[in-house]
């Protein structure tokens, strides 16, 4: 079934340089993945829509324009970051997208 759904759209090829870089300085085992189906799949990379519905669990990363990205890896870092208590949240969109935090770097607000 076919119909439109909200998703994020991650356009990966934009960082592909940087994907490809640090793909080298990854200590990979086996070895041969660095440059066999991971290196492969970096070289032949294409943007692509995440749903979350679909995969069934929400992105842990907050990407914002020209600041680093962040990693977030659990539901109680995420609510130390947002000056929140987030043990009720659901981690689900649209749930998800009503949390916010500034940047750990610089303390800028994420683009409203």
Same mark, same amino acid.
């Given at each position: ?8 759209? =991650? ?14 300085? !990854? ?19 294409? +943007? ?11 992105? !842990? ?25 987030? !043990?009720?949240? +659901?981690?689900?969109?649209?749930? =998800? +997208?009503? =949390? ?13």
């Amino acid at each position: 079934m076919y119909y439109a759904q909200l998703s994020w759209y =991650i356009r990966t090829t934009a960082r592909r340089t940087e994907l490809q870089h640090e793909n080298e300085r !990854t200590n990979w085992y086996p070895e041969n993945v660095k440059h066999g189906r991971f290196g492969d799949w970096l070289a032949n990379n294409v +943007d692509w829509a995440y749903l979350v519905a679909v995969m069934g669990h929400p992105v !842990t990363t907050v990407a914002l324009r020209k600041r680093p990205l962040t990693c977030v890896g659990s539901r109680s870092e995420l609510g130390e970051l947002a000056g929140q208590d987030l !043990t009720d949240l +659901d981690p689900h969109r649209p749930y =998800i +997208d009503d =949390i916010t935090f500034a940047c750990p770097t610089c303390g800028k607000e994420p683009p409203g």
